[in-house]
């Protein structure tokens, strides 16, 4: 990229931990808001260090406000905030709020899809029908269920959710019913993977997106503690067969070119062998794209984050040939790859995070791309005194090993926290 950008970034995201950090490797300043505001969002620790900040340029570059919702983003006490930024990147959960987006738009310009956008997108039933008139291989979708159908062959998923929330299985009172906050896809054999494509602003002779990153979805995993059809992590970036890797992008070139999309985004596959169909589309930063940022640091790739390549993206100034050219998946090495799995808390009362819960887990704190092979850090701490009610997640556990050994990592640096968390929580 050369020079760093010397812009402030607008980030807005259900987490925005990783945001900050792609960002920050980008070379911007960064204004954040999200649910959590965690330990490491707000800059504690030795990411200051890894930044090259002082502690008071840390608190000039970086400021994170916490969000009870999305809607409290446009209240008037952060339009100043707001206004000071140079531009706006969206990511997890902002999606499903185009009337927010709308508003924030006519305030700063927004890098990647617009409400209008945003909007179409979230037809996923019209999206697939569409790849299915262009010849795909689809799951059927249906905005109602049929008296002849048999619901337990369905899912019921709703228009507007993320990481799987909003999804389970159909069921006879289903049956006839209409509605446009949900609809209906019928059950698909295969494991669940997500593509990582970067699109350009259309030119002529087409061709403007790229499939740059494969991960396999870790997807109601029970010692994560998720939820029935709940994502809770990814690994990768994982290599790829040509033939596969074709269907894919073709996918997402159709998709892109039917909605014009421009940015970093990401579809979610089943993948059967070499069956591969679509099940859910992303127009915006994804949580498996963190994976790809720890692999841009840890090679001599032109670019060093994925925000980085959004940003250009979304400015028109990527060389997507060149981006092509450095992404192999074919021929990506299974030398070791990396992964991340969130904790979620399993207790049936409210935890009360501790100092010496906060010391422990503080204790293990790691950038993704600071994690050596074969071990694994912690991310997303909670702040001392929070209290994490059940069901909600508790930490990201980070890891870098073997393609075949990230999930065992996972599992067992997942199992270590819960051993201290359930220790300390019977000593409260």
């Given amino acids: 990229m050369g020079k760093p950008f010397k812009s402030r970034l607008l980030i807005v995201a259900a987490s925005a931990r990783p945001w900050i950090q792609s960002a920050e490797i980008a070379g911007f300043c960064v204004t954040a808001f999200d649910f959590f505001r965690d330990w490491d969002s707000i800059g504690e620790g030795g990411w200051r260090e890894h930044s090259n900040l002082t502690g008071s340029d840390v608190a000039q570059k970086r400021t994170v406000i916490r969000l009870e919702r999305f809607e409290d983003l446009v209240k008037q006490s952060h339009f100043e905030l707001i ?15 185009p009337s927010i987006i709308e508003a924030l738009a006519s305030r700063i310009p927004i890098l990647g899809p617009d409400a209008f956008q945003h909007d179409r997108m979230s037809d996923t039933v019209r999206i697939l029908s569409r790849l299915k008139e262009f010849g795909f291989q689809v799951p059927e979708s249906s905005l109602r269920l049929g008296s002849n159908t048999c619901p337990g062959e369905w899912l019921k998923k ?26 209906y896809q019928k059950k698909i054999s295969g494991e669940s993977f997500s593509g990582f ?11 403007c997106t790229a499939l740059v990153g494969w991960t ?9 503690a998720a939820g029935e059809f709940r994502y ?42 070499s069956n591969v169909s679509p099940v859910d589309f992303n127009v915006r930063l994804t949580a498996s ?25 979304c ?7 060149q981006l092509k050219r450095s992404t192999d998946l074919a021929g990506l090495s299974n030398e070791f790859c990396f992964g991340k799995s969130v904790v979620f808390y399993d207790g049936l009362v409210p935890l009360q995070i501790t100092e010496t819960i906060h010391r422990n887990l503080i204790s293990q704190w790691r950038l993704i791309s600071a994690v050596r092979l074969g071990e694994f850090g912690v991310a997303d701490i909670p702040n001392l005194g929070e209290w994490i009610r059940p069901g909600q997640p508790i930490c990201t556990i980070l890891a870098n090993a073997e393609p075949r050994r990230v ?21 409260q």
């Fill in 158 to 183: 709703s228009f507007r959710s993320s990481s799987g929330l909003g999804i389970r299985q159909a069921t006879e009172d289903d049956v006839g019913l209409e509605s446009n906050l949900h609809y």
């Fill in 197 to 207: 494509f970067i699109s350009v602003p259309e030119e002529e002779g087409g061709g």
């Fill in 407 to 427: 999930a065992e990592v996972l599992e067992v640096a997942t199992a270590k926290i819960r051993r201290v968390l359930s220790r300390l929580e019977s000593a």
């Fill in 216 to 224: 396999r979805q870790l997807v109601n995993e029970q010692w994560c």
């Fill in 83 to 97: 206004s000071k930024c140079d531009y706006a990147i969206l990511a997890g959960g902002m999606e499903n709020h």
């Fill in 315 to 321: 400015l028109g100034q990527l060389d997507l040939n």
């Fill in 232 to 273: 809770c992590g990814s690994i990768g970036p994982l290599s790829i067969d040509e033939s596969l890797k074709n269907k894919i992008e073709a996918i997402g070139q159709a998709v892109a070119d039917e909605y014009g999309i421009i940015g970093a985004w990401g579809i979610d596959f089943l993948v059967d062998g």
């Fill in 289 to 313: 794209m963190e994976i790809f940022d720890a692999r841009l640091e840890n090679s001599q790739a032109s670019h060093r984050s994925v925000v980085e390549l959004h940003t250009l993206a």
